[in-house]
């Protein structure tokens, strides 16, 4: 038994070495692989023992992140074999939607419309959830480690998302991050960030409000500049003496450019002030000041949203492409999973293809990736597939009018790359294109929680 | 427009009690239209529709997607509402159908009489066993011999009956429709039904593989795929 507990404890060090070194746990065991006595650390023995969960009915598929991508992985893989045993891990205890959030923010829905139970998800789809925090894994011994105890999987789905990287706004200092991060989230990874934007608009009194567009892949491309609409729609029910300063690191706009350029000039014209090529290079939090590569501005409150990475569970694990600038994991681009182990797959905003980082895009390739990874238990092949990337914009409240886009993906043997692939594009805002955002949002929780 | 709200509601009405009565097998089902459909309003709500399945309706050779371009008004107001009313489980695109979105009995009428306008795709996805090939013979064997006499000979469908017209569909999206049905995950009529006892998977693949290989008329498709639905510039 001791001997188990040991060779347990060297394992799960390897495995999440610097996991472990941002919990309570001494840095000394993190370290010396041989410290007994720190191994009867109750924080360390509970990670160290299996987590309660029903017996297994099947091989394993254990999925990490219950997001868009996680969640529509568990239901699709229990319809295309039924003889997956799949265990849902998130951290948080509730799903609150960041697509159509943009809208909940000017009043257009409320708080019920976004909210979601794992527990709703799981029993409908006939799967487990399990709150936890995912610490790493082994892959040799195909184990994960949680806070709650280890999970023994057959295949490990990986759908951890983005985090924000302060780095590339020229914040270094992780204070710094941290305070940024808490003063001006940019409510694109927890709920809590949306909560306090909301109520930074609402009681928002008068001034300069700062907005940005970070570059490179984030998430969601079109929401900065929608939220700029909403944000400026609700300054403008609510009469405050405002301005909008959305300084955009891109040359221009990245997405809808001709319906957002539209709708700043012809709507909020008197709020929104549309500044391009605004690399943000140092932000002064106390001062209340940001500093541009040519410029600096005053704000009196404001929504930072930094560039984003993979999660760090990815790099952490080793599991990065050395080639990713975000360091996204190192995967096929058709299969999904690890090239070195076709026991792990990584989906949704970690993934290493330049896909579109939205909703829509983890729900569509998740579907795909389901049908993989349960062909794959049959030893058969799926052909490959596009995500599909369909993204709806609100662009005026009272009521709701929006603008839509869906494209796919091919990919060039010549180049070696995606590229977009039959796009639709409405770049005209109509309460239609708002009943249509609703409705589609409404019909992808309905797919991932309810039927 | 109140009576023929309700003139409308007792033809469902009967049309839910065919469906749960064993007489299903044997009754022919039939949506009553009691609509004069508006092409230019239909043209209107299918912008709703185009938002996912494209200003062209051609489906997707993934098999994601159903060419709908070209198909009878009377199969596609059917599957409209039986995805409205959860008979047909379609989670993601119920929503869209309800009548707070797409609106009402004539606004679905308009858009169903316009997307029956539409110009197919000229390149649908097909099987992968050619015309001539002992795959491609023996599921015309089986076609003459099970669904002839509803689908028809070319494959046309029978808009009276809501009869799907086959020719032109994407062979992936009819492989992936067998499955879910075959799987009970897509309640379908129960003559079709009794067809996944009788036939193999096999039998199904060789089946669906003539049928996409079924020639649509010309009249029909688009003059080449680059075609682009000129509503929608």
């Keep these: 038994m001791k001997e188990n507990t040991d060779l347990e404890r060297r394992r799960f060090l390897q495995a999440s070495g610097v996991a472990l070194a941002a919990t309570t746990v001494s840095a000394n065991v993190a370290t010396g692989a041989d410290n007994n006595e ?22 394993r598929v254990v999925i990490v992140g219950g997001g868009w991508s996680g969640l529509t992985m568990a239901k699709y893989l229990r319809l295309f074999n039924p003889g997956f045993d799949v265990i849902l891990i998130d951290r948080q205890s509730a799903f609150v939607s960041f697509p159509i959030s943009n809208s909940w923010l000017a009043d257009q829905v409320d708080l019920d419309f976004l909210s979601h139970s794992f527990f709703d998800a799981a029993n409908n789809h006939d799967y487990h959830f399990m709150q936890a925090t995912v610490l790493g894994f082994d892959r040799e011994t195909r184990r994960v480690y949680t806070e709650k105890g280890f999970v023994d999987y057959d295949y490990l789905v990986l759908a951890p998302g983005i985090e924000y990287d302060y780095g590339r706004i020229g914040i270094e200092d992780t204070e710094a991050q941290n305070l940024l991060f808490h003063r001006y989230p940019g409510g694109f990874v927890s709920s809590s960030e949306l909560l306090t934007i909301k109520r930074k608009i609402h009681r928002f009194s008068g001034g300069t409000f700062l907005l940005n567009v970070p570059n490179g892949d984030f998430r969601c491309t079109a929401a900065p500049y929608e939220r700029a609409c909403m944000v400026a729609a609700l300054f403008k029910r609510q009469r405050v003496r405002a301005k909008i300063l959305l300084l955009d690191m891109n040359a221009e706009i990245r997405i809808k450019k001709a319906g957002f350029a539209r709708a700043f000039a012809e709507l909020y014209g008197d709020y ?23 410029d600096e501005y005053d704000f009196d409150d404001a929504i930072i949203y930094p560039p984003v990475r993979a999660s760090r569970l990815i790099e952490d694990n080793g599991i990065a492409s050395p080639i990713s600038p975000q360091k996204a994991a190192n995967t096929d681009p058709f299969r999904y999973h690890l090239l070195d182990d076709e026991r792990v797959y990584v989906t949704g905003d970690s993934r290493s293809q330049p896909f579109s980082k939205g909703g829509h ?13 349960a062909a794959h238990a049959l030893d058969k092949e799926v052909r490959w597939r596009s995500p599909q990337t369909m993204c709806f914009s609100a662009v005026d409240i009272d009521p709701l009018r929006a603008m839509s886009i869906i494209t796919y993906y091919k990919f060039s043997d010549k180049t070696g790359e995606f590229a977009f692939d039959r796009t639709h594009l409405i770049e005209r805002w109509d309460t239609q294109g708002g009943q249509a955002s609703l409705a589609w949002a409404e019909g992808m929780y309905r797919d991932m929680f309810y039927s | 427009m109140n009576r023929i709200h309700i003139t409308l509601c007792y033809s469902l009405c009967i049309l839910v009690l065919v469906f749960s009565s064993k007489l299903a097998a044997v009754e022919p089902i039939r949506v009553v239209l009691e609509f004069t459909p508006d092409l230019d309003n239909g043209r209107r709500s299918f912008e709703i529709c185009a938002r996912c399945h494209l200003p062209e309706a051609w489906g997707n050779d993934d098999g994601t997607y159903p060419q709908i371009a070209g198909q009878h008004v009377n199969v596609l107001m059917k599957q409209l509402l039986d995805i409205r009313s959860g008979q047909r489980a379609n989670p993601t695109m119920q929503p869209f159908v309800q009548e707070r979105t797409i609106g009402g009995y004539q606004n679905l009428s308009d858009v169903v009489a316009y997307i029956s306008t539409l110009p197919m795709n000229p390149m649908h996805n097909r099987g992968p066993w050619p015309v001539d090939s002992e795959e491609y013979e023996s599921g015309k064997r089986l076609y003459r011999q099970y669904c002839i006499s509803c689908h028809g000979q070319y494959g046309e469908g029978k808009n009276e009956l809501s009869y799907p017209r086959l020719q032109g569909q994407h062979y992936t999206y009819m492989k992936r429709q067998a499955r879910l049905a075959r799987d009970r995950l897509r309640r379908v009529a129960p003559v079709m039904a009794n067809l996944f006892t009788t036939l193999s998977e096999q039998d199904f693949d060789q089946v669906l593989n003539y049928v996409s290989h079924l020639p649509v008329p010309a009249s029909d498709l688009a003059p080449d795929t680059a075609w682009r639905n000129p509503d929608f510039k």
């Design chain 1, 38 to 59: 720190m191994c009867q650390a109750p924080a360390l023995n509970s990670l160290l023992r299996k987590a309660t969960l029903p017996r297994p009915r099947g091989a």
């Design chain 1, 272 to 294: 929104i002030e549309y500044l391009s090529s605004s690399e943000i290079t140092n932000i002064d939090i106390e001062g209340r000041r940001v500093e541009t590569e040519f």
């Design chain 1, 361 to 373: 895009t983890a729900h569509s390739e998740a579907q795909y990736v389901a049908e993989v990874v």
